[in-house]
Nanobody, 128 residues
Framework: QVQLVESGGGSVQAGGSLRLSCVAS????????MGWFRQAPGKEREGVAV????????YYADSVKGRFTVSQGNLKNTLYLEMNSLKPEDTAMYYC?????????????????????WGQGTQVTVSS
């Protein structure tokens, strides 16, 4: 079992920045594909970015490429999402997720059904 706890959400104006964190605990002796997802009211949950804890390669949704950066902490049990140049359309609940496999580093990593573990989410609101 793995527990994921997100933090760092908040309210910012368009053009601002936020840094989300996700702390993982539990069975972390194997590597996971860890990802950030988001869900806006009335919309489906969508993938934002993924990274494999056993490597450094990342994959991003086109909508955030160049603005968001996903990274891991030194102990590999913390996931970050640095969000810059935020837009009102980035407003959503952001979730951290993990699956006990390598990342494909393509859109297959954004299939929510493949993820075993989810955090409770942290709200990001961007005002214009």
């Amino acid at each position: 079992q793995v527990q994921l706890v997100e933090s760092g959400g908040g309210s910012v104006q368009a053009g601002g920045s936020l840094r989300l964190s996700c702390v993982a605990s539990g069975y972390m002796k194997i590597n996971y594909c860890m990802g950030w997802f988001r869900q806006a009211p009335g919309k489906e949950r969508e993938g934002v970015a993924v990274v494999y804890t056993g490597g450094t390669n990342t994959y991003y949704a086109d909508s955030v490429k160049g603005r968001f950066t996903v990274s891991q902490g030194n102990l590999k049990n913390t996931l970050y999402l640095e969000m810059n140049s935020l837009k009102p359309e980035d407003t959503a609940m952001y979730y951290c997720a993990a699956k006990p496999s390598a990342c494909a580093h393509n859109s297959f990593d954004f299939d929510t059904l493949k993820y075993n573990y989810w955090g409770q989410g942290t709200q990001v609101t961007v005002s214009s």
